[in-house]
């Protein structure tokens, strides 16, 4: 059976505090990269390759609207007034929408990908690059470079 990552469930987060402990700001944190996950999720099981006319504004989509945000999340974590403590199946399903999203990036123009990324490597690249889609070509290499 599968498992609605929407819930919020008790977890201990990394330093061991349990979840009753948790910060507020953690906890809504974490719930945001629940959130992301899902929308991930759904868009990867309805994703259909767009006609090569709507290449490009399809994968802008998909990097705006769904690499940005996962990566704006960590951002907004690791550079607060403190470090946000994700618990390990938050920081996992994060992971997995953002690379979920740069999966579907790159099928947009027709390039199979089982993106593996940290979010850590994409926000460094966001950072030094101040545009979303030049992260995610950068990152899948999709498309090639001239």
């Known amino acids: ?11 201990p987060v990394a330093d061991g ?4 402990e ?11 990269a629940r959130a992301l ?8 099981e309805s994703f259909e390759l767009p006609p090569s006319s709507a290449a490009d504004r399809r994968a802008l989509e998909c990097a705006r609207d769904g690499v940005g945000p996962a990566v704006s999340l960590y951002v ?33 123009y027709g390039v199979d990908l089982d993106a593996d990324f940290t979010v850590r490597e994409a926000a460094e ?10 992260t995610a070509q950068l990152l899948t290499c999709v498309p090639e470079r001239r």
């Open 125 to 134: 690249v966001l950072l030094r690059t101040h545009d979303v889609v030049d």
């Open 22 to 32: 948790r910060h507020p700001e953690d906890v809504r944190f974490g719930e945001r």
């Open 1 to 11: 059976m599968s498992r609605d990552v929407t819930q919020s469930e008790s977890r």
């Open 76 to 108: 907004s974590a690791r550079t607060g007034d403190r470090q946000v403590s994700f618990t390990g199946e938050e920081f996992e399903l994060l992971h997995r929408a953002m690379n979920d999203w740069l999966a579907m990036y790159a099928r947009c």
């Open 37 to 44: 996950a899902a929308e991930a999720r759904e868009a990867r």
């Open 17 to 20: 505090r349990g979840a009753a």
